[in-house]
């Protein structure tokens, strides 16, 4: 069980627009820490997505997109490509824990 | 251009050890905090514990502390991980990855580059 929690899966046709959910709690969200999402293509490493909310690295797409509100954040992806098909991650900090924390994952499925 | 690459995974019987090294390049080592990241078959990310860039600090995720040590040397340019009787639930793959600064306390970091990981099978 996760301290962030992410649905298992998403799925959207090509050109669509989706969004992944990081739901968390006032011991990490909630308590103001920031939240940053990695994607994870097969066999590959975590990538660095978006970054303190919602700044993006160089050379992310700007069809990545990150929102944080309350104790949640979410990940917005449009214009949905076959090569955005990949596990996509949330991580923040948790105080009571003293440590970084993810979400258990969401799977993107491109139909 | 910034690289990790991992070495020293392998298959352990439980109640075993290993260690695993991460050989850094592309920047200065020495001033950025780095952190070890796993994920075991079928499941998520989870962060396993982190050091500041000058060592000495350290940081565990409560599933490890007491067994695993990080350590770096930063005249070698590289990360270690010690992993001590370990259990099956320790298999995964590890990943090191970089911090964007020198420390790592109480904050929310990312971690901005990563290895390509070392598969640890814990297995008798």
């Known amino acids: 069980q996760s301290v962030l929690t992410q649905p298992p899966s998403v799925s959207g046709a090509p050109g669509q627009r989706v969004t992944i959910s990081c739901t968390g709690s006032s011991s990490n969200i909630g308590a103001g820490y920031d939240v940053h999402w990695y994607q994870q293509l097969p066999g590959t490493a975590p990538k660095l997505l978006i970054y303190d909310n919602i700044n993006r690295p160089s050379g992310v797409p700007d069809r990545f997109s990150g929102s944080k509100s309350g104790t949640s954040a979410s990940l917005a992806i449009t214009g949905l490509q076959a090569e955005d098909e990949a596990d996509y991650y949330c991580?923040?900090?948790?105080?009571?824990?003293?440590?970084?924390?993810f979400g258990g994952g969401t799977k993107l499925t491109v139909l | 251009e910034v690289q990790l690459l991992e070495s020293g995974g392998g298959l352990v019987q439980p109640g075993g050890s290993l260690r695993l090294s991460c050989a850094a390049s592309?920047?200065?080592?020495?001033?950025?905090?780095m952190t070890w990241v796993r994920r075991a078959p079928g499941k998520g990310l989870e962060w396993v514990s982190s050091i500041i860039a000058i060592g000495g600090v350290t940081y565990y995720a409560d599933s490890v502390k007491g067994r695993f040590t990080i350590s770096r040397d930063n005249s070698k340019n590289t990360l270690y991980l010690q992993m001590d009787i370990l259990r099956a639930e320790d298999t995964a793959i590890y990943y090191c990855a970089k911090l964007p600064q020198g420390y790592y306390a109480s904050g929310s970091y990312y971690f901005d580059y990563w290895g390509q990981g070392a598969l640890v099978t814990v297995s008798s």
């Open positions: 991580q923040s900090y948790d105080i009571s824990l003293s440590g970084s924390v």
């Open positions: 592309g920047f200065t080592f020495s001033s950025y905090a």
